[in-house]
């Protein structure tokens, strides 16, 4: 019985919340060998965290208007 927990996968364009900074993210890259994303920030900005690992991504959802 393995008692680690289950990483998800984000997926280019999901919008996430990123545990070591504020606000609200699109995902522009995955790289899955490394387990990292590259995340946009969407206040308008268009500031990008790269190598963020999937362990500090949440899945946020769509915000509609």
């Given at each position: 019985?393995s ?12 919008h ?50």
């Open positions: 019985m008692t680690e927990s289950k990483v998800t996968i984000p997926k280019k364009g999901e996430v919340r990123d545990t070591q900074h504020e606000g609200l993210f699109e995902v522009v890259f995955v790289n899955a060998l490394m387990q990292t994303a590259n995340i946009r920030l969407l206040d308008g900005t268009g500031h990008v965290v790269p190598n963020v690992p999937w362990t500090a991504l949440e899945a946020a959802g769509r915000s509609e208007p």
